[in-house]
T-cell receptor, first 116, second 113 residues
Framework: GAVVSQHPSWVICKSGTSVKIECRSLDFQATTMFWYRQFPKQSLMLMATSNEGSKATYEQGVEKDKFLINHASLTLSTLTVTSAHPEDSSFYIC????????????FGSGTRLTVV | GDSVTQMEGPVTLSEEAFLTINCTYTATGYPSLFWYVQYPGEGLQLLLKATKADDKGSNKGFEATYRKETTSFHLEKGSVQVSDSAVYFCALRDGGATNKLIFGTGTLLAVQP
């Protein structure tokens, strides 16, 4: 079945540095990529939606200059947390959808980011 | 806006016990409803889904029925196994252009032998 590989699975970085998270669709073309974050005991909150070759659409309250999303190819999307601070520590998950169909969301295994 | 509320965990059961994880939703229109499962170290996987009222989704012994009158989609399994230990997420798909998924908080299920 469809697989999305997300890396790294965990990362610790110093405050003020930037961190890049990658999601690759291994056996299908990810036309649309969704990026979520999850705080402990809270829902997965959608941060942004990106279509290949287009600018990402950010949800209300998400800083687009802090969370840079690139979806330059049909198999790769990246999320860069710029100038990270401890409050950015969270669990980040990507989800890819193939084509324009209404089914078939494939999730990455998530990235645990800790900013110290 | 649309939202999903599911029971807090963790839920701890003995093997072969009956499982219910409650999920209710708020939505305009008629959303599709989903249960996803996340095993340790893995991504979320679709467990089952229902696209209209009174539909029953089922998979691997799990069932959930789309109840429009109570806006609910409770997950049930008659006899859980240790291998069912995971986090379970209830979700709805909104009817907007992006068809994004809206999730509940997730419920950790721990099944003891």
């Amino acid at each position: 079945g469809a697989v999305v590989s997300q890396h790294p699975s965990w990362v610790i970085c110093k405050s003020g540095t930037s961190v890049k998270i990658e999601c690759r669709s291994l056996d299908f073309q990810a036309t649309t990529m969704f990026w979520y974050r999850q705080f402990p005991k809270q829902s997965l909150m959608l941060m942004a939606t990106s279509n290949e070759g287009s600018k990402a659409t950010y949800e209300q309250g998400v800083e687009k200059d802090k969370f840079l999303i690139n979806h330059a190819s049909l198999t790769l999307s990246t999320l860069t947390v710029t100038s990270a601070h401890p409050e950015d520590s969270s669990f980040y998950i990507c989800s890819a959808r193939e084509g324009r169909g209404r089914e078939g969301y494939t999730f990455g295994s998530g990235t645990r980011l800790t900013v110290v | 806006g649309d939202s999903v509320t599911q029971m807090e965990g963790p839920v701890t059961l003995s093997e072969e016990a009956f499982l219910t994880i409650n999920c209710t939703y708020t939505a305009t229109g008629y959303p599709s409803l989903f249960w996803y499962v996340q095993y340790p170290g893995e991504g979320l996987q679709l467990l089952l889904k229902a696209t209209k009222a009174d539909d029953k989704g089922s998979n691997k012994g799990f069932e959930a029925t789309y109840r429009k009158e109570t806006t609910s989609f409770h997950l049930e399994k008659g006899s859980v196994q240790v291998s069912d230990s995971a986090v379970y997420f209830c979700a709805l798909r909104d009817g907007g252009a992006t068809n994004k998924l809206i999730f509940g908080t997730g419920t950790l299920l721990a099944v003891q032998p």
